[in-house]
């Protein structure tokens, strides 16, 4: 509008024009109609300004403040406390302009927290909470997402380190595991753990970030012995051959693997380490040592996405033996734990088909395979603790009422 | 009028004086004879493409030993059920406008009698449209872009849905080839092609951003155009390179669907079914035999049981080698495929 203003002097259809879109201020789609008209009428613009209207038509193309992004935050904050998460939820689903939303979070959520002094701890773990909601609603909008995300964090952590907060902790842990974001994971892991040390789920989440790092794992990996990939630092390479960035990022697997030895002791996460520990000696090609990691994961786990995931590690490792069968029965067995899942079953179908079991492998894939919204815990694989999200979140809105 | 009628009225008297003086004959069963016409379609391709250019000449029908009369082929046309596999992951997300065309340009080519399908490839492979008719103008929108790439998967999940007894399948695949997250490898993916019963066209398209490009660098990102090109060739499609920086007339839209896919060869044989031994043991066996670099798809009429067995043999046009094979005719996968032999 200010380009507008500024053309205003020389043209009367510059003129017109703001002082029509400043009368259809909320009509932005009429307003790009009049300054298209007043484009195509260019020959009544002086040249200097046939290249300043579509300046201008930029300028009105620019997302104006809608009235989905002034969202009142007191009155979500307020719904959420009282319990009524469907009204918040819906208000925030309705927010298209996350970068507004946390501003208001910094002005008008703060106030709210502090119109309550009696009440000031809860009210700061709701506020934190909606927050990690918006987030979550937020999680392409990378900056806004971040922003959400600091702006709890730092509220949370003014009272005391209790058993809210560490359930907050994991559950942004996890929303930003679901963002890809290795960084702002590490930058938050920082905090997390200065407030809850050694807290296991924390080191995993370091893991699983390294090993996102050297994503994704070979395919059919061949297998080695474990004295000459100890010999070589993981580095496998035929005489003569140039080590590619394929080696080095076998060099960091191989280098990730203390770190998860360490960690299998750790209390609840054990079984979940060796099943990510089975997975990478797998495509460093240790098989004997993969397997037996597998096995043991499967043994120990009651946790059906480690027993899927085991299990499915399993068959892609037998596969890679040339052992068909037990590729066969390892993908059957995993598909127990996760009906339909969308890997398990296609490499299932695919070891069926080349074994001229046609019907059996057709019967796989009809079985609503293609139909998006299965559960399958391969492609949560790399986004760590997400899964975990409903449930982390669930106890949150309990304890936030 | 007089002539004939004593014509009729000797020839009976001559009869009944035949019939007094001749011995009676011991009793023995009676068997109706007669020709059943026995409809044996059947389909040659090699490697997934028809044998086009067969004559009666060059099939042998063989029914339990007993070689049959061919006496006719009829030619017939096939209709194509089409599987479009739109690649809507990151890698291509900047792009889906100009697949959307290609697509459009594909499913225009259908005839009303065919069908199609739509598959997306994202970090989840999914199948938006079902198998439908082309009742109207076909329309296809892909959703938006994004996430990791299961190429392969999607590939196999296509290759592996059963042909129609009486279609053609064709699965056109549109992706720039990057694969980050399939289960499934290319030695696998190979095997499945091998013996598919579809022709698989891949429509290469270039990565639809400089950093998408950049992840070409990454370890373990798999883009084997190559294999992709030889899982292609292996179900009787190819690889069509629509990279900008290809030819012009290269990048043209494809007509996929051709012609030449939707022919068949129907043999039709005429049989003398005295031979009830033949006829009976054709009920009976079971054996399957085969060995041939050739695909043979053979649909049994209603006229044989649905569980028959009957062999036949074909003469290739290139008269080097006689193929000759035994196939059980399952009841609801007539066309079952008999041989994968490399």
């Not at chain 1, 942004?172 to 930058?187: E, N």
């Not at chain 2, 008719?133 to 076909?138: D, G, I, Y």
């Amino acid at each position: 509008v200010s380009t507008g203003v500024a053309l205003e002097r020389r043209s009367r259809v510059a003129r017109t024009g703001v002082a029509k879109v400043q009368s259809l201020s909320h009509q932005r789609g009429r307003a790009v109609q009049l300054c298209n008209v007043g484009i195509a009428q260019g020959t009544r613009f002086p040249p200097k300004h046939m290249i300043i209207a579509p300046l201008l038509t930029a300028l009105l193309l620019y997302p104006a403040s809608t009235p989905a992004a002034a969202a009142d935050v007191s009155r979500i904050l307020t719904s959420y406390e009282q319990g009524d998460h469907a009204a918040a939820l819906s208000e925030l689903a309705a927010v298209s302009d996350f970068t507004a939303l946390r501003k208001q979070f910094e002005d008008s959520g703060r106030r709210w927290v502090n119109a309550d002094p009696s009440n000031r701890e809860r009210r700061r773990l709701v506020a934190a909470v909606v927050a990690l909601e918006a987030a979550h609603l937020a999680v392409n909008d990378r900056t806004a997402f971040k922003r959400l995300l600091e702006w709890g964090c730092t509220l949370i952590r003014r009272g005391s380190a209790d058993a809210p907060e560490r359930t907050w902790h994991l559950a942004a842990v996890a929303l930003i595991q679901r963002s890809y974001d290795g960084r702002f994971l590490l930058d938050h892991l920082r905090h997390a753990e200065s407030r809850f040390p050694g807290e296991p789920r924390f080191l995993l989440a370091r893991a699983v970030n390294a090993e996102y790092r050297i994503w994704p794992a070979p395919k059919n990996p061949v297998a080695t012995t474990e004295a000459r990939a100890s010999a070589s630092g993981g580095l496998v390479l035929p005489v003569g051959m140039i080590p590619t960035l394929r080696h080095a990022s076998d060099m960091a697997a191989w280098r990730l693997i203390p770190r998860l030895e360490e960690l299998k002791g750790e209390p609840g996460i054990g079984p979940e380490v060796r099943m990510r520990l089975g997975h990478l000696y797998y495509r460093i090609g240790l098989f004997e040592r993969a397997e037996r990691e597998l096995e043991l994961a499967a043994e120990l786990s009651t946790d059906p996405h480690v027993l899927f995931l085991a299990r499915y590690f399993r068959g892609l490792l037998r596969e890679s033996l040339g052992d068909h069968t037990g590729a066969i029965a390892a993908h059957s067995r995993a598909l127990e734990f996760a009906p339909g899942a969308q890997s398990a079953s296609i490499a299932l179908a695919s070891l069926l088909f080349s074994s001229d079991r046609r019907d059996e492998a057709t019967r796989r894939l009809s079985r609503g395979l293609l139909v998006p919204g299965a559960r399958d815990p391969w492609l949560l694989y790399q986004a760590g603790d997400y899964r975990s999200w409903p449930a982390l979140i669930d106890e949150l809105r309990a304890r936030s009422q | 009028v007089t002539r004939c009628a004593a014509g009729i009225a000797g020839g009976v008297l001559l009869a009944q004086a035949f019939a007094a003086q001749a011995p009676q004959p011991p009793t023995v069963p009676m068997f109706k004879s007669g020709t059943v016409d026995v409809v044996v379609p059947v389909t040659v391709l090699s490697r997934n493409v028809p044998v086009l250019d067969l004559t009666v000449a060059d099939f042998d029908i063989m029914d339990n030993g007993v070689r049959q009369r061919v006496r006719e082929l009829d030619p017939r046309t096939l209709p194509v059920d089409v599987t479009l596999i739109v690649d809507t992951s990151g890698s291509t997300a900047g792009i889906l406008d100009r697949l959307a065309r290609e697509a459009g340009n594909i499913l225009a080519d259908l005839h009303p009698t065919d069908r199609y399908r739509v598959m997306t490839i994202n970090s989840f492979v999914t199948e938006v449209m079902p198998m439908q008719a082309v009742s109207a103008v076909p329309l296809f929108h892909p959703p938006a872009g994004g996430g990791m790439s299961a190429v392969y998967d999607a590939l196999a999940a296509a290759l592996m849905h059963p042909a129609m007894l009486d279609r053609r399948h064709v699965v056109a695949a549109m992706t720039d080839g990057i694969d980050t997250i399939s289960t499934i490898g290319l030695a696998r993916l190979r095997e499945v092609a091998k013996r598919s019963e579809a022709v698989l066209h891949v429509l290469l398209v270039a990565p639809s951003s400089p950093s998408n490009r950049s992840n070409l660098l990454l370890p373990h990102v798999e883009r084997d155009l190559a294999g992709l090109a030889e899982v292609a060739a292996l179900t009787g499609g190819r690889l069509h390179d629509l990279r900008p920086r290809v030819d012009a007339k290269r990048r043209r839209s494809l007509s996929y669907c051709s012609d030449a896919l939707r022919c068949a060869d129907a043999a039709a044989s005429s049989r003398s079914s005295d031979d009830r031994t033949a006829w009976s043991a054709l009920r009976t066996s079971s054996s399957i035999t085969c060995s041939s670099r050739w695909r043979c798809r053979a649909i049994c009429s209603a006229a044989i049981s649905a569980r028959a067995t009957f062999a036949f043999a074909v003469r290739l046009p290139n008269g080097s080698s006689t193929w000759s094979c035994t196939s059980a005719v399952g009841k609801r996968r007539a066309n079952r495929l008999l041989s994968d032999a490399p």
